[in-house]
């Protein structure tokens, strides 16, 4: 079993809808990460977080420490949030970064 | 700024071959990572660096080595190469340690060798 895990593998949606990417982890963590990886490789850092909340456009990101559960947001889904989504997290033993395997999301007009 | 940098984009390598992967960044972060992505698989960290002159092994460090002479440039060099290392490989560069703070990713390369 992955120490991180990630639900959905794959998302579809359509343009507007509410999208939810789900994270577990299984080792105590300092730290979680999201990141998007665009169709044409590149990855970009879209929030780190340690507790509770954070918003940035329509990204939402939530962390529930007791749970080792977090969850990615988008509000009003657009073509252009398709890209594969990482969560990562700093993990406390080995203070490296512990990746999942993403989660793919198409967004169709 | 141009962030981080990699070249090359693409390389494919024979078996046994040789090569360095670039990285550059030119946000004077002190901490540099090499990590590879393989499909279906998360990022797993190859090797990274603390500051010039600091390198240390991550989960997979066979087959690579790495040396950090500046603190801009963190190259990664594959001395025989093998089928087992074709992947998309990324460097990346935060200010503080990873678990603490944001990491900026290259581009990537996407090594095939045959």
């Known amino acids: 079993k992955n120490e991180v895990e990630q639900s959905p593998q794959n998302l579809t949606a359509q343009e507007g809808e509410f999208i939810t990417i789900n994270c577990s982890y299984s080792v105590g963590i300092s730290a979680l990460h999201w990141l998007q990886q665009h169709p044409g490789g590149g990855i970009v850092s879209l929030f780190m977080l340690s507790s509770g909340k954070k918003k940035h456009g329509r990204l939402i990101a939530t962390i529930n420490i007791q749970e080792k559960h977090s969850s990615l947001h988008i509000t009003a889904s657009h073509p252009r949030d398709s890209a594969v989504y990482i969560c990562?997290?700093?993990?406390?033993?080995?203070?490296?970064?512990?990746f999942g395997t993403g989660t793919r999301l198409q967004v169709f007009p | 700024n141009a962030g981080v940098t990699q070249t090359p984009k693409f390389r494919i390598l024979k078996i046994g071959q040789s090569m360095t992967l670039q990285c550059t960044q030119d946000m004077n972060h002190n901490y540099m990572y090499w990590y590879r992505q393989d499909p279906g698989m998360g990022l797993k960290l190859i090797y990274y660096s603390v500051g010039a002159g600091i390198t240390d092994k991550g989960e997979v460090p066979n087959g690579y080595n790495v040396s950090r002479s500046t603190t801009e440039d963190f190259p990664l060099r594959l001395e025989l190469a093998a089928p087992s290392q074709t992947s998309v490989y990324f460097c990346?560069?935060?200010?503080?340690?990873?678990?603490?703070?944001?990491?900026?990713f290259g581009p990537g390369t996407r090594l095939t060798v045959l």
């Open positions: 990562a997290v700093s993990s406390y033993n080995t203070d490296k970064l512990i």
């Open positions: 990346a560069s935060s200010s503080q340690f990873e678990r603490t703070d944001t990491q900026y």
